[in-house]
């Protein structure tokens, strides 16, 4: 089995595969930022930072598990994401259902998700709260800078659909606005 590590963020990625490696974890573990790159079809396990970003972090993800379910990959990966991410997690699970998704609280401290990944999970987490296809939508056109009235014409929705899906969207994700959603 060996680990693929993806975060924009190299101290966290860095710390994850120095832990594991601290527990005896006699494989290979690689940390890198999130994009795609054909050797992770070769991993057994990969672990990503799961968030929205204006870096379009959630974009590479996207692409990588769109690459994932198309080689119909067999490992493990692990969604590690905050309160803001969670709606986004449970989105990606429920839409690359054929993947094995797992969701890993980023509160806990990088030693515990080391100890989570050493191990076969049951179930690392079980989240309720779920955007739907049209709240991620919109909320992934609006964080391209698209105006509310662009979004309705291009999904075919009224204005007030649009903001209603943005607001039912952030509230899933515990933010008041795009802005506290970005940050």
């Keep these: 089995m060996s680990y693929a590590i993806l975060d924009n963020n190299r101290?966290?990625?860095?710390?994850?595969?120095?832990?594991?490696?601290?527990?005896?974890?006699?494989?290979e573990v690689?940390?890198?930022?999130?994009?795609?790159?054909?050797s992770?079809?070769?991993?057994?396990?990969?672990?990503?930072?799961?968030?929205?970003?204006?870096a379009?972090?959630?974009?590479?993800?996207?692409?990588?598990?769109?690459?994932?379910?198309?080689a119909r990959w067999k490992g493990s990966l692990y969604l590690v994401c905050n309160e803001k991410g969670w709606a986004l997690a449970t989105h990606l699970r429920k839409?690359?259902?054929?993947?094995?998704?797992?969701?890993?609280d980023d509160r806990i401290a990088v030693a515990?998700?080391?100890?989570?990944?050493?191990?076969?999970?049951?179930?690392?987490r079980s989240l309720d709260c779920c955007l739907t296809g049209l709240e991620f939508n919109v909320l992934d056109l609006m964080l391209t800078g698209l105006p509310v009235r662009h979004i309705?014409?291009?999904?075919?929705m009224s204005e007030k659909q649009v903001s209603t899906h943005k607001c039912n969207a952030l509230k899933k994700l515990n933010a008041n606005n795009l802005l506290q959603l970005l940050l």
């Design 30 to 38: 690689q940390s890198d930022t999130v994009q795609w790159q054909p």
């Design 56 to 70: 379009a972090t959630h974009q590479a993800l996207i692409t990588i598990l769109l690459r994932l379910e198309t």
């Design 11 to 27: 101290f966290y990625a860095e710390g994850l595969r120095y832990a594991l490696l601290r527990r005896g974890v006699q494989l």
């Design 152 to 156: 309705a014409i291009v999904t075919d």
């Design 40 to 54: 992770l079809l070769t991993r057994r396990v990969l672990v990503v930072r799961c968030r929205f970003s204006v």
């Design 95 to 104: 839409r690359f259902s054929t993947l094995t998704l797992y969701i890993i």
């Design 112 to 124: 515990d998700a080391a100890y989570l990944l050493a191990k076969e999970p049951r179930r690392v």
